[in-house]
């Protein structure tokens, strides 16, 4: 009877152990289970994240070849409010490279792309040739990015060397922080390497200059007529109070005032200083001469 009891005993406590154990371990299976789904979910989000990484590593490589290639590429498209940053742009141009140039400029169109803005302008103006042509020389080479789409000259009434110019200019502009702070940057080119262009209005073959040999007429004074006195080679002989004897190698003669000579006429007498004074016009000049009394024997 008691050793049937203890069996009872026994086996009951078996049971409760067997019951403890069976929940255990249905329990600790259950979180193996849910540690296993997590570790599955975990082994997913890494992947993703690896996937995720090795974007952004692929995204920051682009990025950077981006930027070498920009910094290094010899034309640029800046973020840059347009038309103001091209109006000044060309007036930068210009005064850096010492250009006289007279121009208007005007905003003709403007159309947004996917990555970019796209500009039209016209520029008219005046200037000469040859800095019509630098300007367009350096819109062309320098790093921003323009596309001159035609021009056009023609004279004006102000000189061969100056002439009227109409351009149409296609600009561009992109939205992202690729700006310029200072255009000290934009200096690859120099005045130096700009090739002289001929200019067109110019003609290709120019005729020699004809060289006319003239004979140099010198002028001559009128002739002498009979029984005129050439005072410049004339003697005062004697004066009286309105007239005078005078002789140029010919024989004496006696001249009043208001009398002709050669070239002029007898104007005046002096008797204090003991002179006669005559006026002459030589060569288109007027001009007085003077004879004073000659004392010689």
Do not use: C
Not at 161 to 186: H, M, P, R
Not at 205 to 220: D, G, L, N, S
Not at 252 to 267: M, R
Request: charged share 25%; hydrophobic share 40%; no cysteine.
């Amino acid at each position: 009877m008691f050793a049937k009891r203890n069996s009872i005993t026994l086996a009951a406590l078996w049971l409760i152990l067997l019951i403890i154990g069976i929940f255990w371990y249905i329990n600790d299976t259950r979180n193996l289970v849910a540690m296993m789904k997590d570790q599955v979910d975990l082994s997913s989000k890494l992947k993703e994240s690896q996937k995720e990484i090795k974007r952004l590593v692929g995204i920051e490589k682009k990025h950077s070849k981006l930027g070498e290639q920009w910094l290094s590429s010899t034309k640029k498209i800046i973020a840059a409010d347009e038309p103001a940053f091209s109006l000044s742009y060309i007036n930068w141009i210009m005064s850096k490279n010492n250009l006289p140039i007279d121009f208007d400029f005007t905003l003709n169109s403007k159309s947004k792309a996917k990555n970019f803005t796209k500009f039209t302008y016209t520029l008219n103006g005046e200037g000469s040739y040859n800095n019509i042509m630098r300007l367009i020389w350096y819109l062309t080479y320098e790093p921003i990015l323009y596309k001159i789409n035609s021009m056009t000259l023609r004279r004006t009434s102000k000189g061969q060397d100056f002439l009227k110019f109409n351009i149409k200019l296609q600009g561009y502009s992109v939205q992202n922080d690729l700006e310029l702070e200072s255009y000290s940057e934009l200096t690859p080119t120099f005045q130096t390497n700009i090739p002289r262009q001929h200019d067109i209005f110019e003609p290709l073959v120019k005729p020699k200059p004809v060289i006319v040999k003239r004979e140099v007429v010198k002028p001559k004074l009128p002739p002498k007529k009979p029984g005129e006195i050439n005072v410049e080679k004339a003697t005062l002989k004697a004066l009286t109070n309105n007239s005078i004897f005078i002789t140029d190698g010919g024989g004496l003669k006696e001249l009043k005032v208001g009398d002709s000579v050669y070239l002029g006429k007898f104007i005046g007498i002096n008797l204090s200083t003991n002179e006669a004074n005559f006026g002459i016009t030589k060569f288109g000049q007027s001009q007085t001469i003077t004879l004073a009394l000659d004392y010689r024997k």
